[in-house]
């Protein structure tokens, strides 16, 4: 496709279930990001992956948080045993690295998480 | 510890008004700072800055970033009712990670 493809749009799962949530970047785009975001709040960095580099795992928040990336295409952020404060948007978004600069972020319309 | 503050956090204007919104960053090893405006869902890309004192502009859109004051601002003229959104500041760094690290927005809401 043409844009940063997430699914589902919207997840309502009860605390303590774990919740599977998918990005497909834009085809080409090296550089992929997920990121947090709670309500009426800003963008809470998570995860950075870059190619075949190790990913940058320092916006983790806590080990219940994992993420995977095949290559340079999907990626599925995986939270285990949900709790309420998880509840957030999710945003993947997908850049293209050049020399020393990322262009800019293209994000995906992200996936809304309710834990009851 | 690197930052990304934006002010004020919210704005009510009427059409016609100008307004003016703030980024200030405190960042090891700067490279560049973008705009982005959010309506529902997905941030949408306004302008990437990487030199001090060039203004970029798109329609009534501008924007200018001081390196030595680190500070961006982004300006919007004669506003209409479809510029209500929250608009987002980010700066990349290469402290080791290309991160993007994001400002909590200005929430701008234009009335009729």
């Known amino acids: 496709g043409a844009g940063v493809s997430q699914s589902p749009s919207n997840k309502v799962t009860e605390k303590g279930k774990d919740v599977e949530l998918r990005c497909d970047p834009i085809s080409g785009h090296t550089a992929l990001y997920w990121y947090r975001q709670r309500l009426g709040q800003g963008l809470e960095f998570l995860i950075y992956f870059q190619g075949n580099s190790a990913p940058d795992k320092s916006g983790l928040p806590s080990d219940r948080f994992s993420a995977e990336r095949t290559g340079e295409s999907v990626s599925t952020l995986t939270i285990q045993r949900t709790q309420q404060e998880d509840s957030a948007v999710y945003l993947c978004?997908?850049?293209?690295?050049?020399?020393?600069?990322?262009?800019?972020?293209?994000f995906g319309n992200g996936t809304r998480l309710t834990v009851t | 510890e690197d930052k990304v503050v934006q002010s004020p956090l919210s704005l009510v204007v009427h059409e016609g008004d100008t307004v003016t919104l703030n980024c200030s960053y405190e960042v090891t090893n700067f490279r560049s700072l973008l705009w982005y405006k959010q309506e529902k869902k997905a941030p949408t890309f306004l302008f990437m800055l990487t030199s001090s004192g060039i203004e970029k502009k798109s329609g009534r859109l501008s924007s200018i970033l001081d390196k030595k004051e680190l500070f961006s601002i982004l300006n919007i003229t004669a506003t209409q009712t479809g510029d209500s959104a929250i608009y987002l500041c980010a700066v990349t760094a290469t402290s080791g990670t290309y991160k993007y690290i994001f400002g909590t927005g200005t929430r701008l809401k234009v009335l009729a």
């Open positions: 978004a997908s850049s293209l690295r050049q020399g020393g600069y990322n262009s800019p972020l293209h």
